[in-house]
């Protein structure tokens, strides 16, 4: 949900009139609308109201900023300050962004435009806006220190340059970055070829990585984590909160993936072959790319992948990192597969009402639904058509299917899968046996613990009841 | 010759006869005043044992009482009845009664009579003597006899008051001491249950020698910490079977398994220090003996009283307060008109005990300001540890486990807190212990029980 805000009534109107005041020539009433976005449910793509065509892109779980031209200059309003961002249902983050929204909403323009932005802040210190990746001048670079004062609170500063290429960029503040950027101060930035059919796509997706460490039960990130994060996001949200990226079968796709956090990602794709079609330096010529289904997208580097959505069904997407498809778990936790519980368990519950028994047969909690701290989401979670996905973070699926609508990103729902096509259980069926398996030479079986029955199985629903309770 | 003899022996016989009816010689009379004065501060009935079927009774009632988990009344009961030192106590009455009526009769009448026969001599010769410088010293005799028994009286009940005050604290201490043992128990089933799973970890080479060791050591030392509060719990259980003058089956007594819980709210007092020196049997005894002294030295003639308080050191004043001398709170002891023969020494010696009475009292109402405040202070850490430590506690446990549950927590971290409570249970146990042993000192002080808590406060007394 989109709305527009005018900033020049209502509680903003006498920080915004200060700030107006710095625009100088440009005067309080040139300054646009600074329009906000109150939903992390993902917006339709935004079609140009005016100036050269281009095709829009969907922002994950996200937003494009509108525009105004005057006099033939693309005006945006960016305005950073605090924010709440849902990063799945049940868990709530404090942030900082932009408009509204952690990461703040996707800036499009076309090659060649003249664009201007006004920045204003609402934040408790001076920020300031690095347009990483623009050819600009170089005081428009958003350097605090280097190339400008920092924007004080209160105060609204103008930036203006010419995208000069076309390629996929991101902003991010330059000022106090290592608190800023951890909390969540980041946005998108897609410069459109001057030809809409130069590079055309059915479909375009573009998503920021950022990573967070907000302590279970707790609201905000602990800003000054340097590589221990525990929320690992794509546009600040985790899966299951992550919505679907669909596509309709012979779709020519695109994903834009950006790395504003500490640490590499390697974006994994199921089901497809990929082609890594630009970086932040701009399009790779089609000699130069070679087909993937990994990519690794380095701290602070852009990657544009495509391919075409040939295969029907439900494909996983995420960073191959299996800690970053996780959601906030214990690091300092031990290993306790393999560990005999029996005599144990019993002496702990009698100290510790409703202990139960985990991670003895392995880290997985099937479908226990266990009492949580305040605003934590469940390790790994996600209800899928055959039970838990055990997932998190850095997870979501692309759906591909026959007959789409061209604009229709609409979660299709769970894919049906063709019959016979579907991995199942072996019951012996048929006069066929069971095919040898040969073991490893040498092989040793691995110890287990004495009057342990080696069953994996899952405890079924049943047996948790008494546990839900407590 | 003999009818002045007949005349004399009359006299003498009837004279006995009259005094020996105006003292009786039967012990309980005594004890029971001495029980009274100490019922009134306790709230304790004692009893003196005469027989063996006052004995049996004694222990029917005891075995009886022993039944259920021995509770602070009932075990004040037993001590008051069942110490042997305290009845041999009891008996001290009887012995000043018995005093009382020793002095009040003659000896014996003497009867001689010899006869001499030799040489055709007989001699024949009757004699009857009477012990006439008794008959003379009997008044002051029976009045010195009369005054230790009062003293009697009043040392008989002191001694019901002490041990009964002793009791209570020997109880208390015992209930906490076996209360840490419990918790002292929890600590190290905690560290056995962490060292144990990490025993098994080792097992399943999911942890090294040294992840064990150091469960281990713990462990170790925390059942150190058992055998300690063990010994402790069993010194406290023994002091208080002294107390209670128990042995043999009789002392396997159960205790409860707690003290009894916070009152809701602390006794509010007014005018303790008034209620020191009206109540406080020390002070009762001095101001007796300073009167006992004015009476031996023949003091009558009295020309003013004087407020022994104010011998050498000037009344507080508080705010708000009336002035707390005068007659309500001062001690107040007749000054007499010093004249004849021998006065310096009686003024010195009735100065002596007018100074005693001063102290005496001084230090009573010291006592009692001290207790009282130490008795809201305690009150004040307990209720702290009730209301604000331990639902802490609480909620560090509950988020302990809840991170458990989504495995942002080790089984370890669970134990460990585990450990922690107890440590916070411990201290929240000593603070109890602290405010009801605070309740003993403040009514030792005083001379009285506290009034019993309102009505609302009953459901947190059990006790």
Redo the contacts between chains.
């Keep these: 949900m989109t709305n527009r805000r005018s900033f020049l009534t209502g509680a903003g109107a006498g920080i915004t009139a200060l700030g107006a005041s710095l625009v100088s020539r440009a005067g309080a009433a040139s300054l646009p609308e600074a329009p906000t976005h109150t939903s992390s449910a993902t917006a339709a793509p935004l079609a140009p109201t005016g100036g050269r065509p281009y095709n829009p892109v969907v922002t994950l779980n996200g937003w494009t900023l509108p525009w105004r031209m005057k006099d033939g200059v693309k005006e945006f309003h960016l305005v950073a300050e605090p924010v709440v961002r849902e990063f799945a249902p049940g868990m709530q983050a404090n942030l900082w962004g932009y408009n509204g929204q952690s990461p703040g909403p996707t800036i499009e323009v076309v090659e060649g435009d003249r664009v201007r932005i006004f920045v204003t802040n609402r934040l408790p210190e001076h920020t300031s806006v690095h347009w990483h990746g623009q050819l600009l001048p170089c005081g428009m670079d958003g350097v605090t220190g280097l190339t400008q004062p920092g924007i004080q609170p209160g105060k609204t500063f103008v930036y203006e340059f010419v995208a000069r290429h076309a390629g996929t960029f991101m902003y991010h503040p330059h000022a106090d970055e290592m608190q800023q950027m951890a909390m969540g101060m980041m946005g998108f930035w897609v410069t459109h070829p001057k030809n809409p059919r130069q590079h055309a796509v059915d479909r375009d997706y573009v998503m920021l990585l950022s990573s967070y460490d907000i302590e279970?039960?707790s609201y905000t990130p602990r800003t000054n984590t340097m590589l221990d994060f525990n929320l690992w996001t794509i546009n600040s949200r985790v899966f299951p909160g992550l919505d679907p990226m669909v596509a309709r079968l012979g779709d020519k796709v695109r994903i834009r993936v950006g790395n504003l956090t500490m640490t590499n990602h390697p974006i994994h794709l199921h089901g497809h072959r990929f082609e890594v079609a630009g970086t932040d330096g701009g399009w790779v010529p089609k000699s130069a790319r070679w087909p993937e289904v990994t990519t690794d997208v380095a701290v602070g580097q852009m990657r544009a992948i495509e391919f075409v959505a040939d295969a029907p069904g439900d494909w996983a997407f995420h960073c191959h990192k299996s800690h970053h498809t996780m959601n906030?778990?214990?690091h300092?936790?031990?290993?306790?597969?393999?560990?005999?519980?029996q005599?144990?368990a019993e002496?702990?519950n009698?100290?510790?009402p409703?202990?139960m028994v985990?991670?003895d047969k392995g880290?997985s909690?099937g479908d226990m639904k266990?009492?949580?701290?305040a605003n934590?989401l469940?390790?790994m979670s996600g209800d899928g058509p055959f039970g838990n996905l055990e997932m998190g973070g850095m997870f979501t699926v692309l759906k591909v299917r026959e007959g789409l609508k061209r604009g229709d990103y609409g979660d299709p729902g769970w894919y049906r899968h063709p019959a016979g096509t579907v991995a199942r259980e072996w019951t012996g069926d048929g006069a066929e046996a069971l095919p040898p398996a040969p073991r490893a030479p040498d092989a040793r079986p691995a110890?287990a613990?004495a009057g342990q029955a080696m069953d994996a199985r899952k405890p079924g629903a049943k047996d948790m009841t008494g546990h839900e309770h407590h | 010759m003999a009818s002045p003899i007949s005349w004399h022996a009359t006299l003498a016989v009837s004279l006995g006869l009259l005094l020996a009816g105006c003292a009786s010689v039967t012990p309980e009379r005594a004890f029971e005043a001495s029980a009274a004065a100490a019922q009134a501060r306790t709230g304790v009935d004692a009893r003196l044992l005469r027989s063996d079927a006052d004995r049996q009774a004694l222990q029917a009632e005891i075995d009886t009482l022993l039944q259920a988990p021995l509770t602070q009344d009932a075990a004040v009961r037993i001590a008051a009845l069942n110490h042997p030192g305290l009845q041999a106590t009891y008996w001290e009455a009887g012995i000043a009664q018995a005093d009382v009526a020793q002095a009040a009769r003659l000896r014996n009448p003497g009867f001689g009579f010899s006869r001499m026969d030799g040489g055709g001599n007989r001699e024949t010769e009757r004699s009857v003597s009477i012990d006439l410088a008794g008959l003379l010293t009997m008044p002051l005799r029976q009045r010195m006899a009369a005054r230790r028994l009062d003293e009697t009286t009043l040392r008989v009940a002191a001694a019901i008051e002490h041990h009964v005050n002793a009791t209570r604290r020997a109880w208390i201490e015992a209930v906490a001491a076996r209360q840490a043992l419990t918790y002292a128990r929890q600590v190290a089933d905690a560290a056995d249950a962490s060292s144990a799973l990490m025993a098994r970890m080792t097992q399943a080479g999911n942890a090294s020698a040294l992840d064990l060791a150091r469960e281990s050591a713990f462990h170790a030392e925390a059942g150190a910490g058992v055998l300690r509060a063990d010994r402790e719990a069993n010194a406290a259980r023994e002091h208080l079977t002294r107390q209670l003058g128990l042995w043999g089956k009789q002392a396997l007594y159960k205790l409860p398994e707690r003290l009894p819980d916070l009152p809701a709210a602390p006794a509010e007092l007014a005018g303790i220090e008034r209620t020191a020196l009206s109540q406080r049997l020390d002070v009762q005894a001095a101001r007796a003996a300073a009167s006992g002294t004015a009476a031996d030295l023949g003091l009558t003639r009295t020309t003013r009283f004087v407020n022994v308080l104010d011998l050498g050191y000037a009344d507080k004043r508080e705010t708000g307060e009336p002035k707390s001398d005068g007659y309500e709170i001062g001690l107040e002891l007749p000054l007499f008109d010093w004249g004849g023969a021998r006065v310096a020494r009686a003024e010195a010696v009735y100065m002596q005990s007018l100074g005693q009475v001063a102290a005496v009292a001084v230090n009573a109402r010291s006592e009692a300001r001290a207790g009282y405040l130490g008795y809201r202070a305690s009150y004040d850490v307990a209720r702290h540890y009730r209301d604000q430590v331990i639902p802490l506690r609480k909620q560090i446990a509950d988020e302990t486990l809840l991170r458990y549950n989504g495995m942002l927590a080790s089984p370890f971290e669970l134990l460990a807190d585990a450990r922690e409570q107890a440590g916070a249970v411990h201290a929240t146990i000593e603070a109890l212990k602290d405010f009801w042993l605070a309740q003993v000192d403040l009514e030792t002080a005083i001379g009285m029980r506290l009034p019993a808590p309102s009505p609302t406060d009953k459901k947190d007394t059990p006790q």
């Design positions: 279970p039960g906030a778990m214990g300092d936790v031990p290993t306790l597969i393999g560990v005999d519980h005599g144990v002496k702990i009698k100290l510790v409703g202990y985990m991670g880290g909690m266990m009492p949580l701290p934590t469940p390790m110890p613990p």
